[in-house]
């Protein structure tokens, strides 16, 4: 076996997915990436990460988030819930670095790693996901409703919901049984 191999085995097998982009076009990943998300690399390749997000503004909402910090710094990274092919979603630690900071989503590299085994089994709606991915980016009700052009009281409902369905008493317990983390 030549070095060409082992780094292609090193890349495809690697303990995180890890995916190329252009403008959010995936270019090309690795078998972890595929597997992770329940996808043959083939079928992935020349597809927007839309497919990845249960709803365009989802997938809006989630690019809006980390631009500003990949224009700035040309890294990014946060704690997120993404989808699997078979509709179940899984909590993951995502990181970003562009190759092009005046053009972040011009060429970047993602990485993904799953945060939980057991969160396979984690069904959200579309609004409880957008509420936790705003709960693990520290943020409180009030700032969470500013960004869904919602009530705070509609957030609140939706926390409660949320304390209720994991059995849990505050954000940070639920995002720790969501993300199997410790406290």
Known sequence: ???????????DYA?????????????????????????QKHELYNQS?????????EFDRIRDIGIGTLEQKGVYSDE???????DTWFW????????????PLAQTVLSFSKLSE????VILTSRERQVVGYLSLGQTSKEIAKNLSLSPRTIEDVRARLLKKFKVK??????????????
Do not use: W
Not at 1 to 11: E, K, Q, R
Not at 80 to 86: C, E, K, S, V
Not at 92 to 103: D, I, K, V, W
Not at 170 to 183: D, F, P, Q, R, Y
């Open 15 to 39: 303990p995180v997915g890890i995916v190329l982009t252009e403008n959010r076009i995936i270019r090309s990943c690795n078998q972890t990436f595929a597997d992770l998300f329940g996808y």
């Open 92 to 103: 993951c630690r995502f990181r970003a670095q562009t190759l092009s900071p005046e053009n």
């Open 170 to 183: 505050n954000a940070t317990a639920l995002l720790v049984k969501l993300g199997n983390i410790e406290a």
């Open 49 to 57: 990460f839309r497919m990845l997000y249960g709803s365009q503004k």
């Open 80 to 86: 997120r819930i993404m989808q699997h092919r078979d």
């Open 118 to 121: 057991a969160d396979a089994k």
């Open 1 to 11: 076996m030549n070095d060409i191999d082992y780094t292609i085995l090193a890349y």
